[in-house]
């Protein structure tokens, strides 16, 4: 079957996400969009994604848990993870791995955990948006430890990419897709980057406000909603 993806939004734990994405919002907005699967993408944290998937499930909407991962290189990547132990697992690996910059929510916004009623249940001390001290390939290789999904972000955005920040793609990273933003196409990107054309692209929101939630999305041949056949998907989707 076919559905509509956007595998990246950020949530009121991001600290440059709206307070206004909270689970409620998030999968009402989904729904409103025609989406059947999404991604929750914080910033160096996994702790709202699990709140989101169980919620999504009496809504119909697919939650891919996960994070977008800031590498020492200042690279963003999402990671995403099937089982609550996994993603457990590499939220101690961000722990670890997280500066301890205390975070300024008067300068870089609030950073906490709602549950579905909208009651604030946790808030992060540390600045989210920090480098963590791990190189990108020493994530993914992690990622994949855990058998993730790995897919370098926004990788045509000037600042905080793959190839913003190294100028390639390294021959030996190993990832599932890469992502464009909502600011080209993927023909465009692959007229000035021919190299790539035998990569999967998905295209995603990066969505910090309610009404950009689905604002670009993905269309994925998967043969049902379970983690593996989604992964599958990615990886067959072609330019």
Do not use: W
């Not at 307070?19 to 907005?29: A, G, K, Q, R, V």
């Not at 990273?173 to 021919?194: D, G, K, Q, V």
């Amino acid at each position: 079957m076919e559905i509509r993806a956007d595998l990246h939004i950020h949530t009121v734990l991001s600290p440059c996400g709206d307070l206004e994405m909270s689970p409620e919002n998030i999968l009402h907005f989904a729904r409103q969009k025609g989406l059947k699967l999404i991604g929750i993408t914080d910033h160096n944290s996994t702790r709202q994604a699990s709140i989101i998937r169980e919620y999504g499930k009496e809504k119909g909407i697919y939650v891919l848990t996960g994070t977008e991962i800031n590498s020492k290189e200042e690279i963003h990547a999402l990671a995403f993870f099937e089982t609550d132990e996994q993603l457990q697992t590499f939220q101690q690996y961000l722990d670890v791995h997280l500066p301890n910059i205390p975070n300024n929510p008067e300068k870089f916004g609030y950073q906490v955990v709602t549950d579905r009623e909208e009651n604030i249940i946790y808030e992060e001390p540390r600045l989210l948006i920090s480098a963590l001290n791990q190189s990108i390939e020493a994530i993914e290789k992690e990622v994949h430890r855990l058998k993730g999904i790995f897919i370098p972000a926004h990788i045509d955005k000037p600042c905080y990419s793959l190839l913003s920040q190294l100028g390639f793609i390294p021959p030996d990273l190993h990832f599932e897709a890469l992502e464009l933003s909502a600011h080209t196409t993927i023909s465009r990107f692959l007229s000035e980057h021919p190299e790539l054309k035998s990569a999967p692209f998905i295209q995603s929101s990066d969505a910090h406000y309610p009404e950009d939630i689905g604002k670009i999305h993905t269309q994925l041949q998967v043969e049902d909603l379970s983690f593996e056949s989604i992964r599958q998907a990615i990886q067959n989707l072609s330019s």
